[in-house]
């Protein structure tokens, strides 16, 4: 089945958070998100966040440990880009860059 209004959040701590946005994605479709960070991340392993809604309208949260919940109706959760320790994104050396705004698998690149 297909989802929508797909989101996913890389979050890459001081370095900050990344958010990108698909209208919609089939089964098995795999896209490809470069995201440059500013300096190598502490780990090793950035997965993202994502937010989706399936075909009967139900929101959905699948959680970059991997878990998966279905968002009450009440429930508000969205996802919003954060400069980590630059404190503004105007500050931030890559948050904003067009190399940053690919669209299309989540790919990190130092």
């Known amino acids: 089945m297909p989802i929508y209004v797909v989101s996913l959040q890389v979050v890459a701590g ?8 698909v209208d919609a994605m089939g089964p098995s479709e795999i896209r490809e998100f470069k995201i440059i960070l500013p300096s190598t991340p502490r ?12 075909i009967s309208g139900r ?6 440990n991997g878990e998966l919940r279905e968002i009450g109706e009440r429930e508000i959760i969205w996802f919003k880009e954060d400069p980590g320790s630059f404190l503004e994104i ?14 299309g698998k989540i790919v990190i690149e130092i």
């Open 90 to 103: 105007e500050k931030h050396p890559t948050l904003n860059i067009p190399e940053n705004r690919d669209k």
């Open 59 to 64: 929101r959905w949260l699948r959680s970059s």
């Open 43 to 54: 780990g090793n392993v950035l997965a993202p966040d994502l937010l989706f809604t399936d």
């Open 14 to 21: 001081v370095k900050g958070t990344f958010v990108r946005y």
